[in-house]
């Protein structure tokens, strides 16, 4: 009875409302209610009214029938979606709301019994993931819905993603159902995406071929994609940060966006079959990482639309590459094309449901999936096809050249005798290359090692004395920092010509030990003599500057001298050693100087 008359008093009080909002009735049977037929909203557009603020504007009209869909778009504020239920079958008294659309922060239901009485739930992907009634990967109300009375229902929904409301209520057993044959599609969608990723991934490490390296690239950032748009990474990676819940969508679809531009350039072969497009395509790529940087800054309402609008360039884009490649005669290109046109499909309907420009159905909803899954097939049959076409190619190409080979044998035996001279000959200039370093042409440390042991044998056998210069160029990272390392390598190679040239008339060794170090062995030179010739080549040095780079650039140089006396027994390691210590002796004390081992002692 007193259901009845809270009945009779909402209608007489709420006619307008009551005229356009239909009441929903659950009949015995009924078990999965789209609550869209039933629903009157508000938008909130600066998200402050309260719930007892929504039902009073509620009571006043102010709100409107919902429209054929309920997908607005990205929207700021809140909306509110008013229901009003009759419960009908005695035998289901539980019943479960679900939002079905993972991605809004912050959804509450408001519950309000024929006794006035209201029960407050609280669920999004900015609350912790355990506060929701069930663990799912939609947000979910559990609640009890008595037999006979009327019951309000009030949801507030506020996020700066897409508002999409499509608001549902089921029963236990339904909804345990829905959730299994959705982890089933879900399964079925992953398992093909890891099946082809395992398949691909063998072929990548047998083949090192980059296209199959970047498909593997682009399906992990797709597969993230969809992981995070489903729920899932909420769900079961980061349940308690909202922070990542709002990062991983921009940011997984900038990774997704620049794998796909990767493979589209390796696979189509851009560079040399449509150069301005490779252009073009390097520079989504440059702007997705970009984004892909910012989104890590930007608020979600601003990241997120952005990356949205991303998608359906970067694949129009790739389908524009994709139909230049096919008309330019790229065979493989045409089952990549098709490939993609079932991607581009799948993600237009994506983008254009995010914005609200079509309703939310089977196809709209999975369309992604679907055409995901079968791209993702047809790409990895596309690599197999064109590796197979690679493969007919070298085969076509080697016997041709087996061929040819065969009718110019006789002739080209005297041309194989020139080549084995010529080898000969490139053989040594190799040799003495591994003994050079590259930028100076001064002999390698390597090489040096090799050398000075033999000096120091010969300086045993004929009595003779062995200095070992170690030089290092003063102040050299500053060069570098000031002049760029170009002009860095300039100084090296000047520095190179003129130590060259100052021990010319010394019969000496010299060679580049490293960075901006060099080393000189001589041979039959005391202490002091190897102090003169390092006073000559510190001299050289400081009172020339070197041109480099369009800048005259002024050098300097600390030297330590160690002597190895005759019949001393010793070894290039500790020579070196105690000439190192000199050396840092030379720079401790102010630096462009020479000082020796004794002096350093």
Known sequence: MLAWLFSLLLAAWLPGVASAQQVLQLQPGFDDIQLSPYLAYRHDSGGIDEADDAFRRFAAGEFAPLPG???FGFQPGAYWFHARVVNRDPAETRWILVQQYALSDYVDLYVRYADGRVVHQAGGDHRPFDARSISDRHPNFQFVLPAGQPVELLVRVQSESSMQVPLALLT?????????????????????LLALFFYNAVLWLMLRDGSYFWYLFHLSAFGMVLFTLNGLGFEYLWPNSAWMTDKSV???????????????????????????????????IGFFVLLGIASLWLPYRVATPIAARAVLVGVLWIAVAGIVVVRRGYVPARLFMLAWSMFLLGTTLFTL??????PKTFYTEYGV???????????SIALGNRYAALRRENARITEEANQKLERKVAQRTQEVRSALVQLEEAHGRLRDSSRRDGLTGLYNRTYFHEAFEKMLAEGRQSHRAVSLLMIDLDHFKAINDRHGHLAGDDCLRCTA???GKVLRVHDALLARFGGEEFVVGLLGHDLHQAVEVAESLRRALVDHTCSAQGHEIRISASVGVHTIAPGTIDNIDAALEIADRALYAAKANGRDCVKTSISAA
């Open 250 to 284: 921009p940011l997984s679809i900038c990774l997704a966006l620049i794998g796909m531009q990767q493979f589209a350039r390796t696979f189509l072969e851009l560079k040399k079959r449509f150069p301005r497009g490779n252009q073009v395509s390097i520079a989504l």
């Open 369 to 379: 999936q679907i055409g995901s899954a079968a791209e993702m097939l047809l790409l």
């Open 172 to 192: 236990p057993t339904a909804f345990a159902g829905l959730a299994r044959d959705a982890q089933l599609a879900i399964g079925v969608y992953y398992g093909i």
């Open 497 to 499: 010509q003129r130590v």
């Open 353 to 358: 449901i995010a914005f609200g420009a079509l």
């Open 69 to 71: 869909q309920s997908e």
